[in-house]
Structures are given as C-alpha cells and as structure tokens.
C-alpha cells in the first residue's frame, strides 16, 4: 500500500498550490480519502475530507472558500487545490486513506512566506 504525496512548496502569500495523492495497493474507490495538516508545535488538524464516490466533502472552516478537495477514482488520485494561501497554512500535509483499514502518506511541505 503506498499513498505518495506531490505538489508541495514555497509560495507567497496570496499564491496558489495543487497537492496530489497518488494511491496503489488498494481498493481506492472504496475508501474517503483526507487531507490533514500538522504545524510545527501543533496537533495534527484534519482540513479537507471526501466520501469514497466523491459526492460529498466537507473542510476546515479556516480554510473553506480557499480549498477544493477532489478525487479521480480512475486515476486512483486525490488533489487539494489551495487559494489565496496565507501564512498560516504552513504545515506538513497528509493524505489519508479511511475504509476497512487506514493508511497515510509520508507528506508533503507547503510554506506561505514572502
């Protein structure tokens, strides 16, 4: 089972990022998949969430209005596209996989910072 994030970066503030999870080694399509984010010194922090069809998601209300989560289950693929990036959207993101077990990538660094 791998879960690989990619997309990660530095931008400014007011830019843009597209965080994408590749999955392989299981059934994707059956499986929610999620974003969660982890700041340094901070909890860990679920920001977006998809069902396994992708008909419904649900986000972090801080980040509501900036973020698009999105799956391709042909792909076997989920993306997190970021707007209007502010400062403290700096973390290590994750993607994850909740169905019959759970499974995380490894991560990925975003930093907001002019």
């Known amino acids: 089972v791998q879960l690989v994030e990619s997309g990660g970066g530095l931008v400014q503030p007011g830019g843009s990022l597209r965080l994408s999870c590749a999955a392989s080694?299981?059934?994707?399509?059956?499986?929610?998949m999620r974003w969660y984010r982890q700041a340094p010194g901070k909890e860990r922090e679920l920001v977006a969430a998809?069902?396994?069809?992708?008909?419904?998601?649900l986000y972090l209300d801080s980040v509501k209005g900036r973020f698009t989560m999105s799956r391709e289950n042909a792909n076997n693929a989920v993306y997190l596209q970021m707007n209007s990036l502010k400062p403290e959207d700096t973390a290590v993101y994750y993607c994850?996989?909740?169905?019959?077990?759970?499974?995380w990538g490894q991560g990925t660094q975003v930093t907001v910072s002019s």
């Open positions: 994850a996989a909740f169905g019959m077990r759970v499974f």
């Open positions: 998809i069902s396994s069809a992708g008909g419904s998601t």
């Open positions: 080694g299981f059934t994707f399509s059956t499986y929610s």
